[in-house]
């Protein structure tokens, strides 16, 4: 088994619907039946009553900035070939937060509320299931 690199996600048969929506520019979140309440990072259960009655439904892909930080070192390959970058957490319209990075924005002009789109980058590629597949990540950015 080969060590999944630090920027890229270790996919496995339950997360693989998230990431193959990613691959298409689509945004999935889970959500209970029990509760009704939608949560991310996906999960095979309902953090907010354990209810395992959780299903995957496309998310609106809007988001507020919540909080964040520049990033202006960073040791780990590849993040140093990217700094600086913008390391955030973000309000789903949905209502779940998320961590994310926020690109196409300038520094300056971040501001907490400010709203925000999903986008979606190519990382690198999965290798361990067969042919190498381009992973695709999402990060925010503004409106279009």
Do not use: K
Request: glycine share 6%; charged share 25%; hydrophobic share 35%.
């Amino acid at each position: 088994m080969t060590a999944t690199p630090a920027n890229l996600p270790d996919i496995d048969a339950f997360t693989r619907p998230y990431w193959d929506a990613a691959a298409e520019g689509r945004l999935l979140l889970r959500r209970c039946a029990a509760c009704e309440r939608a949560h991310h990072y996906p999960r095979e259960f309902c953090p907010h009553c354990w209810s395992e009655d959780v299903r995957w439904e496309p998310a609106s892909g809007r988001a507020t900035l919540y909080t964040w930080s520049v990033v202006h070192r960073n040791d780990l390959p590849p993040f140093g070939e990217r700094v600086p970058y913008v390391a955030a957490v973000v309000d789903l319209a949905e209502g779940p937060r998320m961590m994310t990075e926020v690109v196409d924005v300038p520094e300056g002009d971040l501001r907490i509320g400010m709203e925000l789109e999903v986008a979606f980058r190519q990382e690198g590629t999965e290798g361990r299931e067969g042919p190498d597949r381009q992973i695709t990540v999402p990060v925010f950015g503004p409106p279009r």
